[in-house]
């Protein structure tokens, strides 16, 4: 497994007004917990926050860096943005280890040209672009790839479908439509 070091600062608990001078010097709030570990508040720069939440690094292992001390591993549990801004607010980072199961949100990307669409006149129609998946920390996919050239018309896939790798779960209910190719309507215009 291959972390990507992050340093952070461990901070007291504060009022409202400590939280907002610590944005406004371009540090976000955080929170860094995991079994049987009691909670540790820490501050850590707003711009390598961003790194790591840029897109498909969503669940790139950490190496929390507290106050020069590593070997603090972790995951991107959840973070806050304000509605406006768009800023992140607060972010909380998980404990893991090589054996944890964690939840993961994945982006579902389809590629090719159906046969469905290409000779038969179907329309193809994405219906969810991520899928929810519980996986030990070193077999999260970055994302699910799914080649659809050889669908045709009247397929419907559904998350059921999906080849995991072993240990690998689907937390989402399994009849939920990835992607689906309709037929083609019959020509009644052309008749009238």
Not at 20 to 47: C, D, F, M, T
Request: charged share 25%.
């Amino acid at each position: 497994m291959e972390f990507t070091s992050l340093k952070t600062t461990s901070r007291v608990l504060g009022a409202g007004r400590e939280t907002n001078r610590l944005r406004k010097s371009g540090q976000v709030p955080a929170v860094y917990y995991g079994k049987g570990q009691e909670p540790v508040h820490l501050s850590v720069s707003a711009i390598d926050v961003r790194k790591v939440l840029a897109p498909g690094k969503r669940y790139t292992l950490l190496d929390l860096e507290i106050d020069g001390k590593s070997g603090n591993p972790a995951l991107v549990y959840v973070y806050q943005k304000d509605s406006i801004s768009q800023e992140i607010t607060h972010i909380d980072f998980l404990r893991i280890d090589e054996n944890t199961s964690v939840p993961v949100r994945i982006p579902v990307r389809i590629s090719g040209m159906p046969i469905g669409v290409k000779s038969e006149g179907g329309m193809l129609s994405q219906e969810n672009y991520y899928i929810k998946l519980s996986a030990p920390v070193a077999k999260i996919p970055s994302s699910i790839e799914i080649d659809i050239s050889d669908f045709h018309a009247g397929t419907t896939f559904y998350a059921e479908n999906l080849k995991l790798e072993d240990g690998v779960s689907l937390v989402s209910k399994p009849r939920t439509v990835i992607f689906a190719i309709s037929k083609a309507r019959a020509k009644e215009a052309a008749s009238k």
